[in-house]
């Protein structure tokens, strides 16, 4: 599955993962977010990032369902496009895509550094 193969589907539901201690030793966390054709995706690091269903699949069943309040703001919604960070005038690899939905809101993942 590719970005515009999402675009214009409605988000049906959000789960993540949440790991505090990969095997590199690091915190881990990723959402995962199922489009009303039944397919997942994630949210990009890069323009041309493709999702592999079946190991999208796998982590989203084991993954948790989101339980809060603002999800219902998000769910149902229609993706509209993607946004990506650059950083004199290349592509920020270290920040995810910025998902902008049909009610103005827009979703991402925020990795925080600490130095």
Same mark, same amino acid.
């Given at each position: 599955m590719?970005?515009t193969?999402s675009?214009?589907?409605?988000i049906?539901?959000?789960?993540?993962?949440?790991?505090?201690?990969?095997?590199?030793?690091?915190q *881990?966390?990723?959402?995962?977010?199922? $489009?009303? #054709?039944? @397919?997942l +995706?994630q949210?990009?690091y890069?323009?041309? &990032?493709?999702?592999?269903?079946?190991?999208?699949?796998k982590?989203?069943?084991?993954?948790?369902k989101? *339980?809060?309040?603002?999800?219902?703001? $998000?769910? #149902?919604? @229609?993706? +509209?496009?993607?946004?990506?960070?650059?950083? &004199?005038?290349?592509?920020?690899?270290m920040?995810?895509?910025i998902?902008e939905?049909?009610?103005?809101?827009?979703?991402?993942?925020?990795?925080?550094?600490?130095?």
């Open positions: 590719t970005l193969d675009i214009g589907k409605i049906t539901e959000i789960k993540y993962c949440y790991n505090p201690e990969n095997k590199y030793g690091l *881990e966390f990723e959402s995962f977010i199922k $489009i009303d #054709n039944d @397919k +995706i949210i990009p890069f323009p041309t &990032e493709e999702w592999n269903e079946s190991e999208t699949l982590k989203f069943e084991l993954a948790r989101v *339980e809060s309040k603002p999800i219902e703001l $998000i769910l #149902n919604l @229609k993706i +509209i496009n993607y946004h990506f960070k650059y950083f &004199e005038n290349e592509l920020d690899e920040e995810k895509a998902i939905l049909e009610n103005g809101l827009y979703i991402t993942e925020k990795m925080d550094h600490l130095d």
